[in-house]
């Protein structure tokens, strides 16, 4: 695993203290701690990337309504215990635990990881929103890796979940902003609607084989099938569709 480097000009807290701390950036793009927290700079601009559960989008989605197809996709009413495979920012493994279900996020770059361990701290600071990020339990490292060790010793998910990284259309200045800081940091995919690596491929075999139910892969409304295999089903919204897979037979 690649060292992690913090730039701080303060004492890092216990769950970042394993990182490397630097006093000026040596890289383009890098991490950043103060007493707001973690977040994600670039050298040159002026706004950060940090994971926020607490306002923006996510509470939003949080107070005025937010993730139903993402729900239905995975029948939330049925309480499945999921596995977001992808992790990233975070904000799908949050609006998951938003509907009472027990979350397992997985992310593999440590820069990330870092970010997300922030995040949920400062979320369990919360007294709106600490009950939802303790359903929230984080694993570092890769997805097709470690679900299966895990599923051997907890039990199988009934779900798991997949959001392959693709560029993000959006307009608005922010998304590109955050989304250009994100592919510096873990790399750019190189085309919105395909473009799936032997990663891809490895994480959807292992996502099948430990799901009790069934996979769920977020894709952009237009985009081609995961690994070009035909969903069961789908849920389509605006710009964004939801494929549900089934797990292979045992």
Same mark, same amino acid.
């Given at each position: 695993?690649?060292?992690? /480097?913090?730039?701080? =000009?303060?004492?890092?807290?216990?769950?970042?203290?394993?990182?490397?701390?630097?006093? =000026?950036? +040596?890289?383009?793009?890098?991490?950043?701690?103060?007493?707001?927290?973690?977040?994600?700079?670039? =050298?040159? +601009?002026?706004?950060?990337?940090?994971?926020?559960?607490?306002?923006?989008?996510?509470?939003?989605?949080?107070?005025?309504?937010?993730?139903?197809?993402?729900?239905?996709?995975?029948?939330?009413?049925?309480?499945?215990?999921?596995?977001?495979?992808?992790?990233?920012?975070?904000?799908?493994?949050?609006?998951?635990? /938003?509907?009472?279900?027990?979350?397992?996020?997985?992310?593999? $770059?440590?820069?990330?990881?870092?970010?997300?361990?922030?995040?949920? $701290?400062?979320?369990?600071?919360?007294?709106?929103?600490?009950?939802?990020?303790?359903?929230?339990?984080?694993?570092?490292?890769?997805?097709?890796?470690?679900?299966?060790?895990?599923?051997?010793?907890?039990?199988?998910?009934?779900?798991?979940?997949?959001?392959?990284?693709?560029?993000?259309?959006?307009? /608005?200045?922010?998304?590109?902003? +955050?989304?250009?800081?994100? $592919?510096?940091?873990?790399? =750019?995919?190189?085309?919105?609607?395909?473009?799936?690596?032997?990663?891809?491929?490895?994480?959807?075999?292992?996502?099948?084989?430990?799901?009790?139910?069934?996979?769920?892969?977020?894709?952009?409304?237009?985009?081609?099938?995961?690994?070009?295999?035909?969903?069961?089903?789908?849920?389509?919204?605006? /710009?964004?569709?939801?494929?549900?897979?089934?797990?292979?037979?045992?």
């Amino acid at each position: 695993m690649n060292t992690l /480097s913090i730039v701080s =000009q303060i004492p890092l807290p216990d769950y970042l203290a394993h990182a490397n701390v630097l006093r =000026q950036p +040596e890289t383009d793009v890098y991490l950043r701690y103060d007493e707001r927290g973690l977040c994600l700079c670039k =050298q040159g +601009e002026k706004g950060v990337v940090q994971v926020d559960f607490a306002s923006g989008a996510a509470q939003y989605r949080r107070t005025k309504g937010g993730g139903e197809l993402i729900a239905k996709a995975v029948q939330h009413t049925a309480r499945p215990v999921v596995w977001d495979a992808t992790g990233g920012l975070g904000r799908d493994s949050f609006v998951l635990a /938003s509907l009472n279900l027990a979350v397992h996020t997985f992310e593999q $770059h440590p820069a990330v990881f870092a970010l997300l361990q922030d995040g949920l $701290h400062r979320a369990a600071q919360s007294p709106e929103i600490a009950t939802i990020a303790a359903r929230i339990t984080l694993h570092q490292g890769n997805a097709a890796e470690l679900m299966p060790a895990l599923a051997a010793q907890t039990g199988q998910p009934d779900v798991v979940y997949l959001d392959p990284m693709y560029p993000e259309r959006q307009k /608005s200045a922010a998304v590109k902003k +955050e989304m250009a800081y994100f $592919h510096a940091l873990i790399g =750019q995919p190189e085309n919105e609607f395909s473009a799936f690596s032997a990663n891809d491929a490895a994480l959807f075999q292992a996502a099948r084989a430990v799901a009790q139910k069934r996979i769920v892969v977020k894709r952009p409304r237009l985009g081609e099938f995961l690994c070009g295999e035909k969903p069961a089903y789908q849920y389509e919204g605006k /710009s964004t569709r939801f494929d549900v897979y089934l797990p292979k037979a045992a």
